[in-house]
């Protein structure tokens, strides 16, 4: 069964740092997402990507965040200057053409030091 | 008002009973209503999704939409101890792929 894939599974980055969260989403799903669940806290949402252009994009997704899908699979989530706060599990999703579902990922911890 | 309020638990149930979870919501544009496993450090996976209101049933599992009290649920008939985890409910707006607005879970444990 097919299934969104995310590298890495853990990454730890001090303060500061740039991060690049990196998702293969389901092969013919053309809607691509990201969220992030702090630790004990609900699922948020981030962005969602469509057509080579952001749709949607939450108050937490400010500047320091950016979306890219570089090819024909990968779907990347990068962090310009990471901070204290950013520690969370990013999960990546993806929805089939009709928009109806959403697929995640097993997600990234980011540990911010 | 939070836009979806869900019981946290920790719900604990003894193997082989009907398990009842619950969401209610405010916003009356959601449309799309789904339920979602997941496991310690995991992705949320995808159990249920259903449409507007009405009931859908696939296999043990039963969800449930009543949108005039705002109100959905999921039911789990013979629990087994591999259903224990946390159980979140999501929801949107009828727009296509808009974003998923999700309760905060509730943890059950089904006990041997």
């Known amino acids: 069964e097919p299934e969104v894939t995310q590298t890495p599974s853990h990454q730890v980055t001090q303060m500061g740092q740039e991060v690049i969260l990196r998702c293969v989403p389901i092969s013919n799903h053309l809607y691509f997402y990201w969220y992030r669940q702090i630790l004990g806290q609900k699922v948020e949402f981030l962005v969602s990507?469509?057509?080579?252009?952001?749709?949607?994009k939450s108050e937490i997704f400010d500047d320091q965040f950016s979306v890219e899908r570089p090819d024909g699979s990968n779907f990347t989530l990068k962090i310009r200057s990471t901070k204290l706060e950013d520690s969370a599990m990013y999960f990546c999703?993806?929805?089939?053409?009709?928009?109806?579902?959403?697929?995640f990922g097993p997600g990234t911890r980011l540990t911010v030091l | 008002q939070k836009e979806v309020e869900q019981d946290p638990g920790p719900l604990s149930v003894p193997e082989g009973a009907i398990v009842s979870l619950n969401c209610t919501y405010s916003n009356s544009a959601f449309q799309y209503f789904m339920w979602y496993r997941q496991y310690s450090r995991k992705g949320p996976e995808l159990l249920m999704y259903?449409?507007?209101?009405g009931n859908k049933e696939d296999g043990r599992f039963t969800a449930q939409v009543d949108k005039s009290s705002k109100y959905i649920s999921l039911f789990i008939r013979d629990s087994q101890p591999s259903d224990s985890a946390t159980y979140l409910c999501?929801?949107?707006?009828?727009?296509?792929?808009?974003?998923?607005?999700f309760g905060q879970g509730t943890e059950l444990s089904v006990k041997p």
């Open positions: 990507f469509y057509n080579n252009e952001i749709s949607e």
């Open positions: 259903t449409y507007s209101s």
């Open positions: 999703a993806s929805g089939p053409l009709s928009g109806d579902t959403q697929y």
């Open positions: 999501a929801m949107r707006p009828r727009n296509q792929g808009g974003k998923l607005i």
